[in-house]
């Protein structure tokens, strides 16, 4: 399976993929019975049925990924309800102990990101970067330590749970069709998306291109424009 690693602990990896640009042709050729002609003739028939949104054919392929990230990336990308999803459950064990850490150029150009309504900020001291992410990996180990002893006296582990921040690591597996995931990127790819969740869609992209170079082409060339 191809793994691709993102922040600090996380990865996107590839689970299974289903169809082809080949696919999606033989598909929109249902009504014809023509099928697959070759791509000296169904380039063209690809991209008029990707830029006129005839997005039916598209839905006949797909990608499985598994996905290792923090919880808070997780609440925004589980907005996308064109995907299924399964997570880990830290009712049933323990989340390992794994935070997400942003790094000092992070912290300090947060504030002005595209998009953030934070955008008008002063711009944080590097000391003042350094103190926060200081102050974070304490919240981070006093959390564990709470954890862990929670459990160790017999609370139960959904109870327990409480005390996590939405910084730790959370696994997930998400299903979309190949229609879904472009709308996934499309909206998390965009400038004004949290520079997190924007890492991960990029891994989710490199998949993409991998699996349907055609398309993905498509998508790219219109996310230009």
């Given at each position: ?19 082809s ?10 009504s ?31 990608l ?27 009712r ?12 000092e ?11 953030n ?79 997190e ?14 699996k ?14």
């Amino acid at each position: 399976m191809q793994r691709i690693s993102v922040l600090d602990h996380g990865y996107v990896e590839l689970v299974e993929s289903w169809g082809s640009d080949e696919r999606i042709i033989e598909a929109a050729r249902m009504s014809t019975g023509k099928g697959f002609q070759g791509w000296e003739t169904d380039e063209k028939l690809l991209a008029f049925l990707y830029k006129n949104h005839h997005a039916t054919p598209f839905e006949m392929a797909g990608l499985v990924i598994e996905v290792k990230a923090p919880i808070f990336v997780f609440r925004e990308w589980h907005r996308h309800r064109t995907q299924s999803y399964n997570e880990m459950s830290a009712r049933y064990i323990p989340l390992p102990d794994e935070n997400y850490v942003p790094s000092e150029e992070r912290i300090r150009k947060g504030g002005r990101q595209a998009g953030n309504k934070q955008s008008d900020a002063p711009e944080l001291t590097r000391l003042t970067a350094m103190s926060f992410e200081a102050a974070l990996r304490k919240v981070y180990s006093d959390a564990q330590v709470l954890y862990e002893e929670s459990i160790k006296e017999g609370v139960p582990k959904e109870l327990a749970r409480l005390v996590l921040p939405v910084g730790r690591y959370s696994r997930m597996r998400a299903s979309a069709n190949l229609r879904n995931w472009l709308a996934f990127l499309t909206l998390r790819m965009a400038p004004n998306a949290q520079w997190e969740i924007r890492q991960f869609a990029g891994a989710v992209a490199a998949l993409i291109a991998e699996k349907f170079p055609r398309t993905y082409k498509l998508f790219e060339g219109e996310q230009q424009h």
